[in-house]
């Protein structure tokens, strides 16, 4: 089993930066794949950013690209969001995701991951 705690969403304006983490425990950190989803209310869940098990590979939705980052401290079992510039439409909660494995286009979805956090949630004002 694998526990994922998310922290740091909050209010934001726009234009503003946020960035979140997940800490993971349960299970070699360091052999996990991680991904970040979102979902606002009435909309599905979808993909923001992913992460392979050595950090060296990195995938991002279109509407992430160029604004978030994905990356992780396999030392500190945590992984983290930095989003820049954040629009209205970033609104949503934002979930932490780990899973044994993916590759490719497979890591964006989320039916390859094995566990889920209970989210943390970012507002974002106009």
Do not use: H
């Not at 980052?69 to 954040?86: E, G, P």
């Amino acid at each position: 089993q694998v526990q994922l705690v998310e922290s740091g969403g909050g209010l934001v304006q726009a234009g503003g930066s946020l960035r979140l983490s997940c800490a993971a425990s349960g299970r070699t950190f360091n052999s996990l794949f991680m991904g970040w989803f979102r979902q606002a209310p009435g909309k599905e869940r979808e993909f923001v950013a992913a992460i392979i098990d050595s950090g060296g590979t990195t995938y991002y939705a279109n509407s992430a690209k160029g604004r978030f980052t994905i990356s992780r401290d396999n030392a500190k079992n945590t992984v983290y969001l930095q989003m820049n510039s954040l629009k209205p439409e970033d609104a949503a909660r934002y979930y932490c995701a780990a899973a044994l494995y993916c590759s490719g286009y497979g890591c964006y979805e989320f039916r390859v991951y094995n566990y889920w956090g209970q989210g943390t949630q970012v507002t974002v004002s106009s």
